[in-house]
């Protein structure tokens, strides 16, 4: 062990932690508090998302109720569980536009993005090299993220100058990583299509809202972003989710073009 | 406390207990962790009561994400997990400018030593504040990693859980935070 590393350990030593508080009391009330309101336990939220909560439960039950009324839909729905590492939802508020960053991690190369995951990470021949990629290290496996900006042929998205965003990262049917709340008036969309012979989802209408899920199911809800039309489909173990403001035969065209 | 033949149960049956609804089962699990929990959200935040709120939900949500954990998963690190986003949470919507170093005891007397021990002590005062200022002043996963590695005494895998990162990050990121450890040493030398 290194010099520095005792020291290390030593100086945590000397960390003035502030009084431990004893949280029993007050998380068995909010518990039970929450057992009184709801049958089913749903995620308790951050403070400031916690008025939006209570409406989205509402509406969240509601449209689930009426989606389950019919049973094409129904299996449609269910089958949201069996893309890659993605689990959707619909129903919820329509978000108030947020033009804050969009939190995708770490601004790296396309060399050392493909370097710091154990997947092929795909570029989109239909639009050429990315202007930007990230690698978010907080999603289990990595995620890689292309941003492309918004310019001829690529219009932008909602509250964003960028035109298109492509995510990618390791997802398995077992191993769920990510949960997509679709939170959309009744105008949001969802259409299965086949993408590169694999089955695949496209959203669009209303904004979505969007809450991300770790394989251990702890909600990460500091990436609630809006996004514009989403083309989501899973490969070679690999979940995929094109954002943009292009048509699902545009969209459709970008996704095929992947290599 | 709950006992089978004088025994504690161990956080598996515990987690198993508060998965079909046995609430004083959590509450074991609270009072075991809380502690530990307390202080993942100090090292994280730099904040009393920033730490406070975030265990407190950090807890709460722990307890709704039961269904979803994985069986014959490891609690501890699983709750560390979503205990670290709760705090990364608050932290990033604290002022950038708020002070991340953390506050030190004054004394010689380290936590949990009942008295001073001069000949195990290898730092000076001055030399502590300097090595807490220079952890301060990393950017925020050189900084997590250390802490957690070095204060919090975290396993690497339990680190690899806890963080979200693979344990191939966990040692690259470590690495790459002590030599910029160092840097900063030396500079402000």
């Given at each position: 062990?290194?010099?520095?590393?005792?020291?290390?350990?030593?100086?945590?030593?000397?960390?003035?932690?502030?009084?431990?508080?004893?949280?029993?009391?007050?998380?068995?009330?909010?518990?039970?508090?929450?057992?009184?309101?709801?049958?089913?336990?749903?995620?308790?939220?951050?403070?400031?998302?916690?008025?939006?909560?209570?409406?989205?439960?509402?509406?969240?039950?509601?449209?689930?109720?009426?989606?389950?009324?019919?049973?094409?839909?129904?299996?449609?729905?269910?089958?949201?569980?069996?893309?890659?590492?993605?689990?959707?939802?619909?129903?919820?508020?329509?978000?108030?536009p947020?033009r804050?960053?969009?939190?995708?991690?770490?601004?790296?190369?396309?060399?050392?993005?493909?370097?710091?995951?154990?997947?092929?990470?795909?570029?989109?021949?239909?639009?050429?090299?990315?202007?930007?990629?990230?690698?978010?290290?907080?999603?289990?496996?990595?995620?890689?993220?292309?941003?492309?900006?918004?310019?001829?042929?690529?219009p932008a998205t909602r509250g964003s100058?960028?035109?298109?965003?492509?995510?990618?990262?390791?997802?398995?049917?077992?191993?769920?990583?990510?949960?997509?709340?679709?939170?959309?008036?009744?105008?949001?969309?969802?259409?299965?299509?086949?993408?590169?012979?694999?089955?695949?989802?496209?959203?669009?209408?209303e904004p979505h809202?969007?809450?991300?899920?770790?394989?251990?199911?702890?909600?990460?809800?500091?990436?609630?972003?809006l996004v514009g039309n989403?083309?989501?489909?899973?490969?070679?173990?690999?979940?995929?989710?094109?954002?943009?403001a292009?048509?699902?035969?545009?969209?459709?065209?970008?996704?095929?073009?992947?290599? | 406390?709950?006992?089978?033949?004088?025994?504690?149960?161990?956080?598996?049956?515990?987690?198993?207990?508060?998965?079909?609804?046995?609430?004083?089962?959590?509450?074991?699990?609270?009072?075991?962790?809380?502690?530990?929990?307390?202080?993942?959200?100090?090292?994280?935040?730099?904040?009393?009561?920033?730490?406070?709120?975030?265990?407190?939900?950090?807890?709460?949500?722990?307890?709704?994400?039961?269904?979803?954990?994985?069986?014959?998963?490891?609690?501890?690190?699983?709750?560390?997990?979503?205990?670290?986003?709760?705090?990364?949470?608050?932290?990033?919507?604290?002022?950038?400018?708020?002070?991340?170093?953390?506050?030190?005891?004054?004394?010689?007397?380290?936590?949990?030593?009942?008295?001073?021990?001069?000949?195990?002590?290898?730092?000076?005062?001055?030399?502590?504040?300097?090595?807490?200022?220079?952890?301060?002043?990393?950017?925020?996963?050189?900084?997590?990693?250390?802490?957690?590695?070095?204060?919090?005494?975290?396993?690497?895998?339990?680190?690899?859980?806890?963080?979200?990162?693979?344990?191939?990050?966990?040692?690259?990121?470590?690495?790459?935070?002590?030599?910029?450890?160092?840097?900063?040493?030396?500079?402000?030398?």
């Amino acid at each position: 062990m290194s010099r520095l590393e005792r020291s290390l350990e030593e100086l945590g030593g000397y960390v003035a932690y502030p009084p431990e508080p004893d949280l029993v009391p007050v998380v068995r009330a909010r518990l039970q508090a929450h057992s009184q309101r709801h049958s089913t336990p749903v995620p308790s939220r951050a403070p400031r998302w916690r008025g939006v909560l209570v409406a989205a439960t509402v509406v969240l039950v509601a449209s689930i109720a009426s989606l389950t009324a019919l049973p094409g839909l129904r299996s449609a729905v269910a089958d949201w569980l069996g893309i890659g590492g993605v689990r959707i939802q619909t129903g919820g508020p329509t978000p108030t536009p947020a033009r804050g960053s969009l939190d995708l991690g770490d601004p790296v190369s396309l060399e050392d993005a493909r370097a710091l995951v154990d997947f092929d990470v795909l570029v989109p021949k239909a639009l050429g090299a990315p202007d930007e990629v990230f690698f978010d290290e907080l999603v289990p496996g990595g995620q890689v993220a292309l941003v492309y900006l918004a310019g001829e042929g690529l219009p932008a998205t909602r509250g964003s100058t960028a035109g298109a965003l492509i995510t990618q990262f390791k997802g398995s049917i077992e191993d769920p990583v990510l949960k997509k709340m679709v939170a959309g008036e009744p105008g949001t969309e969802l259409k299965p299509v086949t993408v590169n012979g694999s089955r695949g989802y496209w959203i669009s209408g209303e904004p979505h809202f969007i809450t991300y899920i770790g394989p251990d199911g702890e909600p990460r809800e500091e990436t609630v972003r809006l996004v514009g039309n989403v083309l989501l489909w899973a490969q070679d173990g690999v979940t995929l989710r094109i954002e943009s403001a292009l048509s699902r035969q545009e969209a459709l065209a970008v996704a095929e073009s992947m290599h | 406390m709950t006992l089978v033949e004088g025994r504690p149960l161990g956080d598996e049956e515990l987690v198993n207990l508060a998965r079909s609804g046995d609430t004083s089962a959590y509450e074991e699990l609270v009072q075991r962790y809380q502690s530990l929990a307390h202080r993942v959200a100090y090292i994280v935040t730099a904040s009393a009561a920033e730490a406070e709120d975030a265990a407190q939900e950090a807890f709460v949500r722990a307890y709704y994400a039961l269904p979803r954990f994985r069986q014959g998963g490891v609690f501890k690190p699983w709750l560390l997990k979503i205990v670290t986003n709760e705090a990364l949470n608050r932290r990033r919507s604290q002022s950038r400018r708020s002070d991340l170093a953390l506050k030190m005891e004054r004394s010689d007397r380290r936590l949990g030593d009942a008295a001073p021990s001069p000949e195990a002590s290898v730092l000076s005062v001055e030399q502590r504040s300097e090595l807490m200022e220079a952890i301060g002043r990393l950017k925020e996963k050189d900084r997590l990693a250390i802490t957690y590695r070095y204060f919090l005494e975290l396993s690497e895998k339990e680190m690899a859980t806890a963080l979200g990162w693979t344990q191939g990050t966990v040692k690259s990121r470590l690495s790459r935070a002590m030599t910029r450890l160092r840097a900063e040493l030396e500079e402000q030398a």
